[in-house]
């Protein structure tokens, strides 16, 4: 809509209230012309404020004073001897047709008058609302973004703006609009600085040309932009106190680490130090069995000692994000098959049960990540569920997803720690009492988040389940049909 | 000793140049070390050796590249050494032209197998091909394309023929995905590892004891797989 059509329909609906104040007078004149004998003349007057009145509180000041002056006349030619002439003989009737007109107007002033002030009083309470609405809205709104979003969108809400521009600078500067498209080619009708007690934090751009913006309208856009000057600094304080959370958090989570680390380097490099000086002693017999066992035992323990190191980079790098699967279309009784064959030397005192049917569908999973998964849950369980026990290791298709649960008969974990055992460093036993990094579960969880996938631990009857599912789909499709392939040599 | 196989190590710490020298020279290799790309690649122009041992991460380049420059003269082969975890650049090694990798740690007894088989594998690039290929119980003909498990004949369809007759001819060397997969279902298909994966699994079932243990057709995790026949 534009500037001169707005115009002339306000234009228009203000003829049309003069209009109706002339209808409604003409009527009644009408009504009291029919019954102008019965009528007293005073009466008649008297009668006449009423529709003054009306015309007053509907149409304002205005028509009513117009009405006013009309009446005057129109009473005076009708209805005051003698009649259809603006004469008047009787000194009576001047003095009620004076009377009469300044009580019309001093009426039509006084309602005028209230119901100005009463309009006020709705304008003063709808800015009151929406001023309450907003900082409702932005109380506890700990992200700028979120701030800018909402106070853009009240601010075209309010203003019934075309578009509307928040910007703030600051070190992370962005913008925000709306609608979501490019800004008006020309400059902005009103630009409100966004006013902190540590200086200019941006400002709200208005794109409104019609009605023009009143200084009602201003003076309450700039009570937003403080309003919002104060929730982006709430914002950016939360976050900096957040950042030092985070920072404390990973300070104690690196002395956690470096106390781990040191603890569980430093028993297998202990083995291989003895072990090492030993056989360089002499004291050992070249022929005498305890050679060969002093040699095994540096070869285990630097196997260990690499597994930790493992470990310990996969946790860094699930904790910094570099953590990406290379998908590729497995089979998984291959990779669990490949695990169990490679921990089979570990395995000799428990039973392992394995229950993954060949008939699964391929799953786009990282080879080498799911290997991971299997071998830590696989050793968790050899580690805690006591010899000659069985682990199970069972998937299933279920939802169009790959469910995967190992189970062993070890100790049940307390409900309330079954969530946090995929915590760094968690143990629910002491440290002392078993060997590992406490980092294989929050691996294992890690990878297979990575996967877009989800794990969890839960007591089963007999012993403790790990469960974890994945999808079946990568990117949404299936694996590609091998191409047919029949003839034999 | 001086026609005993020549042995180049390419490895910026000096630890492991000193663990691979004594062990190799030991087992009546003759052994040459370099600490830098630059100096292996003059070294080998230099001494011609038989075999280079290479290190990924040297200081002044990366290994892929040593390894693509050596390849713009030579065949001899190349056994790549890494640390866990960096399969891309194994791969991008594999594919310019080296013939194995060990990830680091390794023990002494996997580098000598794999040097043995290098070596193997290059005086017969030099000589007539092996025809009859034998791992444990499993005989594979390549000249009369048959394969036998004991006394038994095995069938198997072209594909999984060409796709092990692949792999047996190779024997004891990594051939990755990619390789695989353009050799035998040809380079447009190169991206397609689920086929290897489902046809692996038909030929361990047809050759293999145990098909979840694979003793013959190994699995190289994330790098492609590797056929173990009898020395």
Redesign the interface.
């Known amino acids: 809509m534009n500037f001169a059509n707005m115009r002339n329909s306000s234009f228009i609906s203000r003829l049309w209230q003069y209009l109706l104040a002339f209808l409604l007078i003409a009527s009644i004149t009408v009504l009291f012309f029919v019954l102008r004998d019965v009528l007293d003349t005073t009466l008649i007057a008297l009668l006449y404020l009423i529709p003054l009145g009306i015309i007053t509180a509907y149409w304002g000041l205005g028509p009513g004073i117009t009405s006013a002056l009309i009446t005057f006349l129109t009473f005076n030619y009708f209805f005051i001897e003698p009649y259809y002439t603006f004469t008047v003989h009787r000194a009576a009737d001047v003095v009620v047709l004076v009377v009469f007109l300044i009580v019309a107007v001093v009426i039509s002033q006084l309602v005028a008058r209230a119901q100005a002030g009463l309009a006020m009083a709705m304008a003063r309470e709808r800015e009151a609302t929406q001023l309450y609405e907003l900082s409702t809205a932005l109380t506890g709104l700990h992200d700028d973004h979120a701030v800018a979003q909402i106070l853009a969108r009240q601010v075209r809400a309010v203003s019934q703006g075309e578009y509307v521009e928040f910007n703030v600078i600051g070190t992370q500067p962005f913008a925000f609009h709306l609608p979501e498209t490019n800004p008006p080619a020309r400059a902005p009708e009103l630009i409100v600085p966004i006013q902190a007690a540590r200086g200019i934090l941006g400002e709200i751009q208005l794109w409104r040309t019609a009605p023009t913006i009143s200084s009602g309208e201003k003076r309450l856009l700039q009570t937003f932009a403080s309003q919002g000057a104060l929730a982006l600094e709430r914002a950016w304080l939360a976050q900096a106190e957040s950042r030092a959370k985070v920072l404390e958090e990973s300070d104690r989570l690196k002395s956690a680490i470096l106390s781990s680390v040191s603890h569980e380097l430093r028993t297998p490099l202990s083995t291989i130090k003895a072990a090492a000086s030993s056989l360089r002693s002499r004291e050992v017999g070249w022929d005498s069995p305890a050679r060969s066992e002093l040699i095994a035992a540096i070869d285990d323990e630097a196997d260990h000692l690499n597994m930790l190191v493992g470990n310990l980079l996969d946790m860094s790098r699930i904790e910094s994000g570099a953590l990406k699967p290379k998908r590729e279309w497995n089979i998984l009784p291959e990779i669990v098959g490949s695990v169990l064959g490679r921990m089979k030397h570990l395995a000799e005192e428990h039973q392992i049960e394995v229950d993954v049917p060949e008939s699964l569908p391929l799953i786009p999973v990282d080879y080498i990540q799911m290997e991971q998964v299997f071998t830590n849950l696989v050793s968790n369980s050899l580690k805690y569920a006591p010899a000659k026990t069985v682990i199970r290791i069972r998937a299933r298709v279920e939802n169009e997803m790959i469910h995967v649960q190992v189970s062993n008969q070890g100790p049940q974990v307390p409900r309330e720690h079954l969530e946090r055992i995929f915590d760094k460093f968690y143990r629910v036993t002491s440290a002392d009492r078993v060997t590992g990094t406490g980092l294989g579960l929050s691996i294992c969880k890690g990878i297979i988040e990575a996967h877009g996938g989800r794990i969890w631990a839960e007591n089963v009857s007999d012993g403790l389940a790990f469960n974890f599912i994945l999808p079946l789909t990568w990117n949404g499709t299936m694996p590609t049909q091998l191409p047919m392939d029949v003839e034999t040599e | 000793m001086s026609n005993a196989p020549h042995i180049l190590v390419i490895d910026d710490e000096p630890q492991i140049l000193r663990a691979i020298r004594t062990i190799l020279t030991e087992k009546q290799f003759r052994v040459t070390t370099a600490s830098r790309g630059e100096e292996g690649l003059t070294l080998a122009a230099a001494n011609e050796p038989d075999l280079v041992i290479l290190d990924l991460g040297l200081p002044d380049m990366d290994g892929v590249e040593v390894c693509a420059r050596l390849r713009e003269w030579t065949q001899i082969p190349i056994i790549i050494l890494s640390v866990?975890?960096s399969?891309?650049e194994k791969v991008a090694a594999l594919d310019k032209g080296a013939d194995d990798y060990l990830t680091k740690?390794f023990?002494i007894e996997e580098l000598l197998a794999r040097v043995r088989v290098a070596l193997r594998h290059s005086s017969r690039m030099q000589g007539t091909p092996s025809k009859v290929v034998n791992a444990g119980q499993i005989t594979i003909d390549l000249a009369w394309?048959i394969v036998k498990r004991g006394n038994e004949e095995v069938?198997?369809?072209?594909?999984?023929?060409r796709l092990l007759a692949y792999l047996a001819s190779n024997h004891g060397r990594v051939l990755t995905h990619q390789s695989i997969l353009a050799h035998v279902w040809g380079p447009e298909d190169a991206d397609?590892?689920?086929?290897l994966?489902?046809y692996?699994?038909q030929l361990r079932k047809k050759l293999e004891i145990d098909?979840?243990?694979?003793q013959y057709i190994l699995?190289e995790?994330?790098i492609g797989y590797r056929f173990i026949a009898d020395e």
């Open positions: 866990r975890d399969e891309r740690p023990g394309h069938k198997l369809t072209g594909r999984e023929y397609h590892t689920e086929y994966r489902v692996m699994r098909p979840e243990r694979p699995t995790p994330g």
